[in-house]
């Protein structure tokens, strides 16, 4: 199935060095926000902490929840309004090792129940995570996602060549800071399951960046005095009415979780409709260009 033909000849070579231009200004007002906030907004897994979902009857403002709990003795509270309706609502309490997820949950519990009655919430879920466990987890999440790039780029090395392998690895690292700076400025929640977004995005992007690639390396040895310029830039027209068709399923399935998904998997969904887009744009627009500029400086073979 062709959604666009493949002798098609879109210039995305003649406008790399802009289209990188404008992936370094993104990253930049990426990292200039998370400063700005003062980092991330760590979720329970990395932040440490109690996390207690509540769910009312009916309808309640934040700041009667906040002046109901001021009194609990846990430390400054965080609440933020989870669900439709301002009914369901995220109590976030820093807290002591020591002090059990039961022990803290009951005492919030009870604390609700003296301001707005018996019956009139329920408790959905409570979880506690201590601080030196929150950041081992955030550490390890960090290792996770820079071992899983690694890998990748060592892959495509092993599979391709040297150039192949840098491009892919800056393409990827591009891919996880625009969707971090993304997640940074809508203020979603860094956790778990966002690590989990971005090791889906890193496998991803890799798998076009591979198909592109070999299709490169297909044409360089069916031109060999071609251009190099000249041959990455028919690849990714021959290659384009896949990607489309790729990404564009892909993104069906990613916008539907997003809309009917829930809250608790807004972040995560968000995540993959960003990075799988930056995905697809740097592997245009990032690692095939790059291929050409190290192959221009290794004198490998005459470009455009």
């Keep these: 199935m062709e959604l666009i033909k493949n002798d098609l000849n879109i210039d995305f070579v003649g406008h790399r060095r802009i289209a990188m231009a404008i992936s370094a200004v993104l990253i930049l007002l990426s990292l200039a926000v998370i400063f700005a906030r003062g980092g991330l907004n760590y979720g329970i897994d990395?932040?440490?902490?109690?996390?207690?979902?509540?769910?009312?009857?009916?309808?309640?403002?934040?700041?009667?929840?906040?002046?109901?709990?001021?009194s609990i003795g846990l430390g400054e509270s965080d609440i933020q309004d989870f669900g439709s309706g301002a009914t369901e609502f995220l109590v976030r309490l820093p807290v002591e090792e020591a002090v059990a997820t039961q022990d803290a949950s009951a005492r919030v519990a009870s604390t609700l129940t003296q301001k707005f009655g018996e019956g009139s919430f329920e408790v959905l879920r409570s979880e506690l995570v201590g601080p030196r466990v929150g950041a081992e987890l955030r550490e390890r999440a960090?290792?996770?996602?820079?071992?899983?790039?690694v890998v990748m780029g060592i892959y495509i090395w092993f599979r391709f060549q040297w150039r192949?392998?840098?491009?892919?690895?800056?393409?990827?690292?591009?891919?996880?800071l625009i969707t971090i700076g993304a997640l940074a400025v809508m203020n979603y929640e860094f956790d778990l399951?966002?690590?989990?977004?971005?090791?889906?995005?890193?496998?991803?992007?890799?798998?076009?960046?591979?198909?592109?690639?070999?299709?490169?390396r297909e044409n360089m040895r069916k031109s060999r005095k071609e251009s190099l310029a000249a041959i990455v830039n028919r690849s990714i027209n021959e290659t384009l009415s896949r990607t489309?068709?790729?990404?564009?399923?892909?993104?069906i399935v990613i916008l539907a979780l997003f809309l009917l998904g829930g809250n608790v998997i807004h972040g995560f969904?968000?995540?993959?409709?960003?990075?799988?887009?930056?995905?697809?744009?740097?592997?245009?627009?990032?690692a095939?260009?790059?291929?050409?500029?190290?192959?221009?400086?290794?004198?490998?073979?005459?470009i455009k």
Aim: aromatic letters at 10%.
């Design 269 to 286: 969904a968000f995540s993959l409709l960003v990075g799988f887009i930056a995905g697809v744009y740097s592997t245009v627009y990032i």
């Design 164 to 176: 192949f392998a840098i491009g892919a690895a800056v393409a990827l690292f591009h891919d996880v």
């Design 193 to 216: 399951s966002i690590v989990a977004a971005l090791l889906t995005i890193v496998g991803f992007s890799v798998n076009d960046t591979v198909v592109i690639s070999d299709r490169i």
């Design 288 to 302: 095939a260009p790059l291929v050409i500029e190290l192959d221009r400086f290794a004198g490998a073979r005459p």
């Design 46 to 70: 990395f932040a440490g902490g109690i996390l207690v979902h509540v769910r009312f009857q009916q309808a309640r403002q934040v700041v009667e929840i906040r002046e109901a709990l001021s």
């Design 244 to 251: 489309i068709i790729t990404t564009g399923t892909a993104e």
């Design 142 to 149: 960090i290792y996770a996602v820079l071992f899983a790039t």
